[in-house]
């Protein structure tokens, strides 16, 4: 198994900080004080590359902070699926965030 760089983007205007915190030892570990904070680009957007490993499904979630109090949520407050990726070369990972718990 090797690593392969992959780009995660989220766009969301409710958050001026975004983390995400997954499965694998490069998002945390499902620990969210070990989230992974994504820098804000010029449009708005926030990103980051990791390397994570390919052959293995990795599964993440989007934070506003370093707390599990703080996790993504759908338009109606409901709660949401883990990201599920492949990593595979060249991947850029596109999700968009309605709003975070309060």
Request: charged residues 25%; contains cysteine; hydrophobic residues 40%.
């Amino acid at each position: 198994m090797s690593n392969v760089s992959v780009k995660i983007v989220v766009r969301t205007s409710a958050s001026s900080k975004v983390l995400i915190v997954g499965n694998v030892p490069a998002l945390g570990g499902w620990d969210p004080s070990k989230a992974v904070e994504l820098k804000k680009e010029q449009d708005g957007s926030f990103s980051v590359s990791k390397m994570l490993p390919t052959g293995q499904i990795v599964e993440f979630k989007i934070l506003c902070d370093k707390s599990w109090d703080k996790v993504e949520k759908g338009v109606y407050n409901e709660e949401i699926k883990n990201h599920i990726i492949s990593p595979e070369k060249g991947l850029v990972a596109e999700y968009d965030v309605a709003r975070f718990n309060k």
